[in-house]
C-alpha cells in the first residue's frame, strides 16, 4: 500500500514563509515524478509546482519566484518552500506523486495565510 504523508502546514503572516514536506512509503513502480496541488474553499484543485524524476520544475504562474520545488529521489520525498505568502495562497496542499499508471495522493495539509 503506497502512502504519501504531507508535514509542515500551519498559520503564517502575509509576508512569512512555510515549508512542507511528503514523504512517500510502500511499493510502487514507474515512477515519473512529484508535486504540489492546492485546493481552496470554492475553487477546483490547482497544480502549484511539479518536479520529475530527473529534476525538470513547473511552477504555476501565480507561485513563480515565490516557491521553490525540491526532492530527493532516493528517498521519495518532496519538500515545498513557500515565501512572500499571500492571503490568496490560502488552501489545503496536497502532495501527488505520479507513476506510470497511477497517480497517488497525500491527505493535504491547511495553509492559512493572514493579511
Known amino acids: 500500500q503506497v502512502q504519501l504523508v504531507e508535514s509542515g502546514g500551519g498559520l503564517v503572516q502575509a509576508g512569512g514563509s512555510l515549508s512542507l514536506s511528503c514523504v512517500a512509503s510502500g511499493i510502487f513502480f514507474g515512477f515519473k515524478g512529484m508535486a504540489w496541488y492546492r485546493q481552496a474553499p470554492g475553487k477546483q484543485r490547482e497544480l502549484v509546482a511539479e518536479?520529475?524524476?530527473?529534476?525538470?520544475?513547473n511552477y504555476a504562474d501565480s507561485v513563480k519566484g515565490r516557491f521553490t520545488i525540491s526532492r530527493d529521489n532516493a528517498k521519495y520525498t518532496v519538500h515545498l518552500q513557500m515565501d512572500s505568502l499571500k492571503p490568496d495562497d490560502t488552501a489545503v496542499y496536497y502532495c501527488?506523486?505520479?507513476?506510470?499508471?497511477?497517480?497517488?495522493w497525500g491527505q493535504g495539509t491547511q495553509v492559512t495565510v493572514s493579511s
Open positions: 501527488n506523486m505520479e507513476c506510470e499508471y497511477t497517480d497517488y
Open positions: 518536479i520529475t524524476s530527473g529534476g525538470r520544475t
